[in-house]
């Protein structure tokens, strides 16, 4: 029973999280279910299932931990404590850099304590999907590489363990972080921007805004919105700032233009509230009028267009969760393939991005191990050359697939299918006793 108390206590903290923090976002569900009536369903449903998975990985990771041998439990102790100091670490350099780059909204704050609070709470999710493939790679190599230094592995391979049995704790601390940060990606880390900017908007005293400068066209009703700033809360209330709606013709000449200061939508009744509206009415061959004597607000009660529908295309798509991405590609099934292709490639990039934690491991295992007495400083300045490439590779992909030179889901995967494949081999030459060195320096074309 003793053995098992690790799993049973975080099996325990994890369901006291849940309890907590499923039920508001089953609100959460169906507040947007409401407003948002075109949304996915499916996928919006299961936000609370992802987060309770989340939340229980811990407890699955300390089963696994307790149900093995004496060896992975003591690779596993070593290499979980450098994990957590190495991921502690990158993150108070990041948390200080983001400071001082807020240092300026936050002072404007009344709330100080309470804005930093709610801003990095909002950001841990990004935080955590960011630097955890890092502090993967960084642990992972310190791990290995004390291991090395101490010839514990030597020792470890001649009592007859195997290099995988030896890696096993590395691989699956891998697949679990990756777990982790798809089920972040499913809805909260891509979030973790917009609400950033809400948040300092906030402190610094300005509106909140969900999205600026919003173009939105209705084809069936020859109208173009044009919304200068979207509030949070727009589907219950919240006024759209600085708006302006031109209406057509069908042969698509002007007929009206309506300029207000603020837009409202009653989400009972489906009416539109301007308020200082004016009204401009255009004929063929004749000057445009003014309409007169408008009432303030001025209501529009046949408009069928809704502020969910309207602040879909200045959504970005970078910020959108699984769902949403969903939900935005069903409801523009028509959309031409170019203005869909930023959204797939996301939608693509929501679940290739976790596995990085597993391919930064597999880069890792490789170039920690080391058989003789020569140091681990060679392979540590490879391995973080190899996460840089990656890195900018997964940047050139996502932007080759945005602009459609490349298919979305290959602008996605293409980074894990390259370093995957270069994992493998590297893998392969280590445990086959091949040198890796040679191999990667006859790959470097010699100077003239």
């Known amino acids: 029973m003793r053995r098992f108390l690790i799993p049973i206590l975080l099996a325990i903290a994890g369901l006291a999280l849940a309890a907590k923090l499923a039920p508001g976002e089953q609100v959460a569900v169906a507040e947007h279910l409401a407003n948002f009536p075109d949304a996915d369903a499916i996928t919006q449903q299961m936000r609370p299932a992802v987060l309770v998975g989340m939340l229980m990985l811990p407890a699955l990771g300390g089963l696994i931990y307790s149900l093995s041998g004496t060896l992975a439990r003591y690779v596993t102790r070593q290499f979980i404590t450098m994990l957590l100091i190495t991921f ?32 990095y709470a909002a950001r841990l999710p990004d935080l955590i999907v960011t630097l955890l493939p890092y ?56 979030r973790a921007n917009a609400a950033e900017k809400i948040i300092l908007d906030t402190a610094r005293g300005l509106n909140e805004t969900a999205a600026e400068f919003v173009q939105f066209k209705n084809p069936r009703a020859n109208r173009l919105w044009m919304v200068g700033a979207f509030p949070p809360d727009s589907q219950k209330g919240a006024p759209l700032e600085r708006v302006r709606i031109v209406m057509q013709n069908d042969d698509r000449s002007l007929r009206r233009i309506l300029v207000a200061h603020t837009a409202s939508w009653n989400q009972d009744t489906g ?29 529009v009660k046949t408009w069928r267009e809704t502020p969910a529908e309207i602040i879909r295309p200045g959504l970005s798509a970078d910020q959108l969760g699984v769902p949403a991405l969903v939900g935005w590609l069903r409801a523009r099934p028509d959309a031409k393939m170019e203005s869909k292709l930023t959204y797939l490639t996301q939608w693509h990039n929501r679940f290739a991005q976790p596995v990085n934690c597993l391919i930064v491991v597999l880069l890792a295992i490789p170039l920690g191990l080391v058989f ?48 995957g494949a270069l994992a493998a081999y590297l893998l392969h030459r280590r445990t086959s006793g091949r040198p890796i060195y040679e191999a990667i320096r006859r790959l470097i074309p010699n100077e003239a």
């Open 88 to 119: 502690g670490a990158l993150m108070l350099i990041w948390l200080l850099l983001d400071f001082q780059d807020n240092l300026d909204e936050i002072k404007a704050s009344q709330d100080m304590l309470g804005t930093v609070g709610k801003l």
């Open 271 to 299: 009416a539109w509230s301007f308020t200082k509206a004016k009204v401009r009415k255009i004929e063929a061959g004749q000057p445009p009028v003014y309409l007169q004597d408008l009432p303030d607000p001025y209501i």
């Open 372 to 419: 003789s007495r020569r140091g681990t400083s060679g392979g540590v300045a490879l391995a973080v050359f190899l996460a840089a490439g990656m890195l900018f590779l997964s940047n050139v992909s996502l932007s080759l697939g945005d602009a459609g030179h490349m298919s979305p889901i290959l602008a996605a995967w293409l980074p894990n299918l390259l370093f």
């Open 135 to 190: 502090s993967l790679l960084l642990s992972v190599l310190f791990s290995l590489g004390r291991l090395s230094k101490s010839r514990e592995v030597v020792a470890m391979t001649q009592t007859g363990r195997g290099i995988p049995r030896l890696t096993a704790p590395y691989l699956i601390t891998g697949i679990l972080c990756s777990i982790l940060c798809m089920g972040l990606n499913y809805q909260w880390a891509p």
